[in-house]
């Protein structure tokens, strides 16, 4: 079994962080757009903001652990 290599570990890292980012930010997005009474079309642009947002947000620390993560051996 081959080893992967450490720019796939990040890489994952990053696209696994930007999913549970990205589906953790529309229900928060969704649930803070209700709360907050936004008005009509604005409800889409603010939940498409708290999305790209969070997944952003946990795509980087995802990633940024999976670096720290990446030169370790055990």
Known sequence: MARDSCLTRITAGVAVGG???GAVG???GTYEAIRF???GLMKI???GQT???SA???GLFLGAGSLIHC???Y
Do not use: L
């Open 19 to 21: 999913a549970v980012g």
């Open 26 to 28: 529309a229900v928060y």
């Open 37 to 39: 009474k936004v008005p």
């Open 45 to 47: 642009r603010y939940i």
């Open 51 to 53: 999305t790209i947002g």
């Open 56 to 58: 952003a947000i946990f």
């Open 71 to 73: 030169g370790k051996s």
